[in-house]
């Protein structure tokens, strides 16, 4: 089962991204084929601004984040015994670079990891999480974070980031030409075409913020598979779960802008689960407790 739900949330996340480039590329099309009668163009034109804003997003540094979130750097086990030897004997057993360790002095119980790679990765813990929960809880949130390191899903969800701010540029791009550009009138456009271009370029930046949290949220639910195969121990990670999310205090460090890395949603806002980075906690903890 464990195994089974590990490969299937890859399968799905790959077949998400694939479907978000093919997006990308569509609305790259879409715009230069309004303006102009031509799709090819505007693929390209995609592509470079796609590929540019990953690239400039990917060089980002991970001390920005942590200085974002007010993290101090835990820089010997002496600092604290049991969250050293936990990451450490954790990245042994994912077979990566032991993380940077950073703790957040907020009483509200949380953690997230950053770094584009297993060798830049680090890990971050609120002291509330240090806590509020038993050492197997800990164990398996940073678990569930050195997993996310494992995975690259912070590369991935970067390379999101990028594509959903190549849609928007596209997206007022096209909106704009299509009032202040003379269209070519020896260029044929099929009406059929026309039409699915405009629908495209008008819906463009709600389908691909769409797109981008369901790939946050199947990242999610593949750290938890992952964290559950690291410990062994699935429940303690539903536990802390439950726990974390019983919490009605947000992270008051957190900003806006790192939300989407922590393990549950440090906001706590209580949006629509549509439009949210995280999964539904009631059905983490049921495919946990299913494992």
Do not use: C
Request: charged share 20%; hydrophobic share 45%.
């Amino acid at each position: 089962m464990l195994y089974k739900q590990i490969e299937r949330n890859k399968r799905n996340t790959v077949f998400i991204v694939a479907g978000f480039i093919v997006f990308v590329l569509a609305i790259g099309a879409s715009f230069t084929y309004i303006t102009s009668g031509n799709y090819y163009s505007g693929m390209l034109l995609a592509t470079l601004i796609g590929g540019g804003y990953t690239i400039v997003m990917l060089v980002s540094s991970t001390n920005v984040v942590m200085r974002m979130n007010h993290a101090k750097q835990v820089t010997s086990k002496d600092d604290d015994p049991f969250l050293w030897h936990t990451v450490e004997n954790l990245a042994m057993a994912a077979r990566i670079p032991m993380p940077k360790i950073y703790i957040i002095q907020d009483q509200s119980p949380n953690a997230f990891a950053t770094g584009t790679s297993p060798k830049k990765g680090a890990v971050a813990v609120t002291t509330g999480l240090m806590n509020r929960l038993n050492r197997e809880e800990i164990e398996g949130v940073l678990a569930h974070e050195v997993a996310h390191i494992r995975n690259f899903d912070i590369r991935l969800a970067t390379i999101a980031v990028a594509l959903v701010s190549a849609v928007a540029i596209l997206s007022d791009l096209g909106s704009r030409m299509m009032f202040f550009s003379r269209r070519n009138r020896n260029q044929k456009q099929h009406p059929a075409i026309l039409i699915v271009a405009l629908l495209l370029l008008i819906l463009a930046p709600f389908i691909a913020t769409l797109i981008r949290l369901a790939i946050s949220r199947n990242r999610e639910y593949l750290a938890d598979a992952s964290a559950a195969e690291l410990t062994r121990n699935p429940y303690a990670l539903a536990s802390a779960l439950e726990k974390i999310t019983g919490v009605d205090t947000p992270v008051q460090e957190a900003s806006s802008t790192s939300a989407p890395l922590y393990f549950a949603d440090p906001l706590k806002k209580r949006a629509a689960q549509m439009f949210s980075t995280h999964p539904d906690p009631r059905e983490r903890i049921r495919r946990l407790s299913n494992m």
